[in-house]
């Protein structure tokens, strides 16, 4: 299926590894130009290489989401490298699971204030391209805890805001041509990833987690990066406002 991305001009936060990662390789697998910026260099390094080995456009920094002003800056000169901007994905996350005033700010200025800043900067170019193209979209990576809580914790609280934030942007931006769509994983499984890490120091909880789930595995990034180029391709242009939720089944809510 042509997605209709060659050509596109994306930017994608938190990318050097996981479900960031797999978004900006798939959509260099579609032909478009890709941006992508992580806390340390050296793996963006590593992703900006494997994304020029598909024959695109791309190139990247190290940059910490919750220095506001460092984002900003970085995101007007990824504009400026790209030529304009049609996609915008806001993946990076703190990814603090605890309640502590230390773990909500460091979700505050990571999650919500770095999807909210990096589209401050950005909107001028994605309506512009909306102008011109007929479509241009936000993409948010939010989580299933976001409607799952057992206890006080700031990262389900937060990917909630995130999921409220984008429906009030799809509202008010939709005249202009510019969609925001919300994607929410549930269980993702990759080497160093969270579950990962759980795999190794806590098998008996890792194993049970498997089992909740109705399809006897967790997902993988590919799986979330292809729900999220999918609705942020023009093949989706009639799809704005939504929280996808890409979890193989664990959760139980139904979504109206």
């Known amino acids: ?7 596109k001009r994306v930017i994608v936060t938190g990318a050097s590894r996981g479900i960031g990662r797999a978004i900006a390789e798939a959509f260099a697998g579609e032909g478009a ?4 910026c992580a806390r340390g260099q050296a793996g963006v390094d590593e992703v900006v290489a494997g994304l020029k080995s598909k024959g695109v456009r791309a190139f990247g920094a190290g940059v910490d ?12 000169e990824a504009i400026d490298q790209l ?12 990814l603090t699971r605890g309640a502590s005033e230390e773990d909500w700010r460091k979700m505050y200025d990571v999650d919500l204030m770095g999807a909210v800043r990096a589209l401050e900067v950005a909107r001028p170019a994605l309506e ?13 990576t939010s989580s299933v805890s976001a409607a799952e809580a057992t206890a006080p914790g700031a990262y389900g609280a937060i990917k909630a805001a995130l999921i409220h ?4 942007v799809a509202r008010e931006a939709a005249p202009r ?8 994983p549930g269980t993702v499984y990759f080497k160093g990833g969270v579950w990962g890490v759980t795999e190794e120091r806590a098998p008996d909880f890792f194993k049970m987690m498997i089992g909740r789930n109705p399809t006897g595995r967790m997902g993988s990034p590919e799986e979330i990066a292809a729900a999220t180029v999918f609705l942020a391709s023009p093949l989706s242009g009639f799809t704005t406002g939504i929280n996808m939720v890409v979890d193989g089944g664990i959760t139980q809510r139904a979504n109206f």
């Open 65 to 76: 989401i919750a220095d506001g002003p460092a984002l900003k800056g970085w995101i007007g």
């Open 33 to 36: 130009d890709v941006a992508v």
């Open 128 to 140: 512009k391209a909306g102008a011109e193209s007929g479509d241009a979209c936000f993409i948010i």
């Open 177 to 184: 041509h510019l969609r925001c769509n919300v994607v929410s």
């Open 165 to 168: 934030f984008a429906k009030g």
């Open 83 to 94: 030529g304009g901007l049609d996609i915008l994905v806001s993946n990076a996350s703190a």
């Open 1 to 7: 299926m042509d997605l209709k991305l060659k050509g």
